[in-house]
């Protein structure tokens, strides 16, 4: 979803991911060769990584409410587990205004929690299946509640000076990369690109794959 209301093709991913073909292999990136202003943008200013040497950052722009971000999740997932071993993957919850903000802080207290795995994919059911806002303090609390988590603990991270920390990171971290929509991808602090430049989220990850063999070279 954009900062203007959009449509992303991701139609074929999640079609992709349901007959359990591949979303995006590097042989596939390697047999296709990308565009520089047309599948991804190269940034006018590099951004910091914060991964170690021998390791190719990739981070996810996402919004638990874009009901875009809901679809491309389970061909993400499975893309994790076939993907470069020297890749390091990370998901960064956006905020295009203040709205935003009470979901990126429930991402990183579930992260400070040790709780990502077990309810990330949760979340995503919870807003588009359930129909759950989950777009306020109140009614994330009584949510976390139900999910067998203890709340205060889960109250004292959210509004812990570390989440605030870390949503503001997030924020510098989405401006950097001059984030329009999402879902989005960032690599290597160098590219950035997301279904509409790429036509759609299954290209955006051979996209992926191939800017991270480019930043392997140097």
Not at 104 to 114: F, S, T
Not at 159 to 188: D, H, I
Not at 193 to 215: K, S, W
Request: aromatic residues 12%; charged residues 20%.
């Amino acid at each position: 979803m954009k900062r203007r209301e959009f449509s992303l093709s991701v139609a074929s991913a999640a079609t992709a991911a349901a007959l359990g073909l591949p979303v995006a292999t590097p042989a596939l990136a390697q047999a296709r060769q990308f565009k520089e202003g047309k599948d991804y943008v190269k940034l006018g200013k590099p951004v910091a990584t914060e991964a170690p040497a021998g390791k190719v950052e990739v981070i996810e722009f996402f919004w638990y409410s874009c009901p875009h971000c809901n679809t491309f999740e389970p061909s993400f997932e499975a893309w994790l587990k076939a993907a470069p071993k020297d890749l390091q993957v990370r998901r960064v919850p956006v905020a295009f205004n203040a709205s935003f903000v009470p979901q990126q802080k429930l991402y990183y207290a579930l992260e400070g929690m040790g709780k990502l795995p077990e309810l990330h994919a949760r979340v995503f059911r919870a807003v588009h299946v359930e129909r759950q806002a989950l777009n306020k303090d109140e009614l994330i609390f009584d949510w976390i509640a139900k999910q067998g988590v203890d709340v205060a603990k889960f109250k004292e991270v959210y509004g812990s000076f570390t989440v605030a920390n870390q949503v503001r990171k997030a924020s510098q971290l989405q401006e950097a990369y001059q984030v329009e929509g999402v879902p989005s991808m960032g690599v290597a602090g160098r590219y950035y690109t997301d279904g509409t430049m790429a036509g759609n989220m299954q290209n955006v990850l051979q996209v992926v794959e191939y800017l991270a063999g480019v930043a392997r070279k140097g």
